[in-house]
């Protein structure tokens, strides 16, 4: 009798590191989690983008005499805007029939805002809120800007999501002639945004949020990877808007950091999913990504600055130049604007 306990005893501590092993992870490792966004955030987001999806048309010339296009400059920075000064520049003498600014400044950082006579004197969006990297607060601000952009200016048919390291690589005119003018692009009428299967690193970002997070809703084939700093469409913009399925994944929190960009995978995903004939595959903002440092693409210095590199980053591969670039070091600014008209800004 007392050997047969003892048996058993064995047998049960024997079992206990097995036992261990399979049920650790699920006991050990947090279910599903709720997001980290604050509910009172969340829903004036639900507010603002139903707003813009029942009160914005994603139709643009239906009226006589047709309203000229713009183009919305959406800004999304967490700190001083570095080259308001050079922007200025860009859009000076242009009416502001063919544009719109609009800048998501974090509530939460004391920014400098550019002043009388800076196209982002009124440019700053109320309802921004607090933002960090590796959260996806990201997508939050990129939608509040495009809900913002949609309800306040019909005419607002392309939306450029930039930062505050992005400068522009061409004239107003180029830019605008090249999407609304050349024949090539206007006709197509698409998205400029990547949606990036093969990198390596795709999974990984897939099971950020734990093994079946994100189905079923998105399955694996589906995920897509591609720059924040894309050109959209209006109709993407209002698709984008109106999106409550995706952002539910794309919200929730990720396990690991390192791996977690939800703004780099949100976009293209949905995009991928609902419309990918209507978008290029490529983006128009050029940016150097052969050094990375923390995921951080590289940084030009003011040493860098010239008017060959400035010529070298317009070239692309694709349908039209590069119109814009990044990153920028903040102190670039003096040498760039020392060849902002002679350069940057003749074509
Ligand atoms: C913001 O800047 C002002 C003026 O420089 C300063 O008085 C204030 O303390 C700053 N606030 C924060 C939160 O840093
Ligand atoms: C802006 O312009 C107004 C009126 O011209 C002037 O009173 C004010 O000092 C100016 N502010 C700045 C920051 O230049
Ligand atoms: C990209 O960055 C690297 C440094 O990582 C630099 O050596 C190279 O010149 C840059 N490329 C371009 C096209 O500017
Ligand atoms: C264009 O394509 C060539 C060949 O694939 C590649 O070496 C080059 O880096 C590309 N240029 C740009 C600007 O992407």
């Known amino acids: 009798m007392l050997s047969n306990q003892f048996v058993i005893s064995l047998f049960l501590l024997l079992c206990l590191p097995i036992v261990f092993f399979l049920v650790a992870p699920h006991v050990f490792s947090p279910p599903p989690r709720e997001s980290l966004i604050p509910i009172a955030d969340e829903i004036d987001d639900q507010i603002l983008f139903r707003r813009a999806s029942a009160g914005s048309s994603s139709h643009l010339s239906s009226g006589t005499p047709h309203p000229k296009l713009k183009i919305a400059f959406l800004f999304l920075t967490n700190s001083d805007l570095h080259f308001a000064p050079i922007w200025d520049g860009f859009f000076s003498g242009h009416p502001r029939s063919l544009y719109n600014v609009y800048v ?3 509530p939460f950082v004391n920014i400098t805002r550019p002043g009388n006579g800076s196209v982002f004197q009124n440019a700053f969006i109320t309802s921004a809120k607090r933002t960090s990297r ?4 990201l997508i ?3 939608r ?3 809900a913002t952009a949609l309800l ?3 005419a607002n048919a ?3 999501v930039l930062s505050q390291h992005c400068i522009p690589l061409h004239s107003f005119r180029f830019v605008y002639q090249s999407l609304f003018e050349s024949p090539r692009v206007r006709t197509w009428h698409r998205s400029f945004i990547e949606l990036i299967s093969d990198e390596p690193r795709l999974w990984k970002r897939y099971i950020a949020r734990g093994r079946y997070a994100m189905l079923p809703q998105v399955p694996f084939d589906k995920f897509r990877v591609g720059s924040h700093f894309f050109l959209m469409t209006r109709t993407h913009a209002l698709l984008t808007v109106k999106d409550r399925i995706l952002w539910r994944k794309f919200n929730l ?6 791996e977690c960009y939800p703004e780099e995978h949100y976009f293209p995903t949905l995009m991928n999913m609902k419309d990918p004939e209507g978008c290029t595959g490529y983006t128009l903002t050029r940016v150097n990504w052969t050094a990375t440092v923390k995921g951080h693409p590289y940084s030009y210095k003011p040493t860098e600055v010239s008017s060959h590199l400035i010529h070298h980053l317009r070239l692309s591969n694709h349908s039209t130049s590069y119109f814009f670039a990044r990153k920028f070091m903040p102190t670039c600014l003096t040498p760039l604007l020392a060849i902002a008209d002679s350069v940057i800004f003749r074509d």
């Open 140 to 142: 939050s601000a990129t």
């Open 144 to 146: 509040r800007l495009f």
């Open 158 to 160: 392309y939306f450029a």
């Open 253 to 258: 929190p990720c396990y690991r950091s390192d």
């Open 104 to 106: 998501h400044a974090d």
């Open 152 to 154: 306040d200016d019909p």
């Open 134 to 137: 590796a959260s996806p607060t």
